[in-house]
T-cell receptor, first 118, second 117 residues
C-alpha cells in the first residue's frame, strides 16, 4: 500500500551535466504525470503518460527534457545539459484510469526530487 | 485554455477562527476542481474535488469547498482552524471538455496559510 515514491530526494549537479529522476507510481495506476514546482511559480505540467505512451508532452520546456515509462510502471525524467533555470522540485503523480467524462480520478503525488544546478 | 487564480499569496488566521482560501478559475467548458495541501518538504496531498452534483464538497481534515459557477469560484473553507492546518494550499482545475489524451491539471500558484496560536 505504498504511495508514489521518487528518487533521489535531492540532487545537486553542475551546469551541463545530465540528470535522471525516477518515479515509482502506486501499483495499478495507469496514469502518470510529471510536474515542476519552482519557487513562487506553482506547479507546471511537464508530461502525461497513459501506460507506456505519452499522449501529452506539451509541458516539456525544451528538447533537453525527455521522459519514458516502462512496463506501465516506473518512469524516468531525464534532463540533459542541465541549466541553472532547471533548478526546481520535480513532482511525480499517478492516478487510476479516467473512465468516462464524470470519472476524473484525483492524482496522488510523490514527495518530489529537489534539483539544484550549480 | 484553462487557468486558476489564487489571489492571496498568504492568509493568516487565528486558531479556532474560520478560514477561507480563495480560488477562481477559467475554463471554456465546465470544470473539474481540486484542492491539494502541501506540508513542508512533502508532496501534495489531495483534500477534495468537485466533479459533478452538489456544489458543496466535503473533504479531508474538516475542509470543504463550494463550487459557484456564476462567480467561477471554488473557495476552500474550514469552520475552525487548527495550528496544524498551516501549510501551502493549491487549487487546480481541468476543463471537462479538454481534448482526449490529456488529463493534466492546471494549478494555481498556491496560498500559504498560517494559523496563529
Amino acid at each position: 500500500g505504498a504511495g508514489v515514491s521518487q528518487s533521489p530526494s535531492n540532487k545537486v549537479t553542475e551546469k551541463g551535466k545530465d540528470v535522471e529522476l525516477r518515479c515509482d507510481p502506486i501499483s495499478g495506476h495507469t496514469a502518470l504525470y510529471w510536474y515542476r514546482q519552482s519557487l513562487g511559480q506553482g506547479l507546471e505540467f511537464l508530461i502525461y503518460f497513459q501506460g507506456n505512451s505519452a499522449p501529452d508532452k506539451s509541458g516539456l520546456p525544451s528538447d533537453r527534457f525527455s521522459a519514458e515509462r516502462t512496463g506501465g510502471s516506473v518512469s524516468t525524467l531525464t534532463i540533459q545539459r542541465t541549466q541553472q533555470e532547471d533548478s526546481a522540485v520535480y513532482l511525480c503523480a499517478s492516478s487510476l484510469l479516467h473512465a468516462g467524462r464524470d470519472r476524473y480520478n484525483e492524482q496522488f503525488f510523490g514527495p518530489g526530487t529537489r534539483l539544484t544546478v550549480l | 485554455a484553462q487557468s486558476v487564480a489564487q489571489p492571496e499569496d498568504q492568509v493568516n488566521v487565528a486558531e479556532g477562527n474560520p478560514l477561507t482560501v480563495k480560488c477562481t478559475y477559467s475554463v471554456s467548458g465546465n470544470p473539474y476542481l481540486f484542492w491539494y495541501v502541501q506540508y513542508p518538504n512533502r508532496g501534495l496531498q489531495f483534500l477534495l474535488k468537485y466533479i459533478t452534483g452538489d456544489n458543496l464538497v466535503k473533504g479531508s481534515y474538516g475542509f470543504e469547498a463550494e463550487f459557484n459557477k456564476s462567480q467561477t469560484s471554488f473557495h476552500l473553507k474550514k469552520p475552525s482552524a487548527l495550528v496544524s492546518d498551516s501549510a501551502l494550499y493549491f487549487c487546480a482545475v481541468r476543463d471537462r471538455y479538454s481534448g482526449a489524451g490529456s488529463y493534466q491539471l492546471t494549478f494555481g500558484k498556491g496560498t500559504k496559510l498560517s494559523v496563529i496560536p
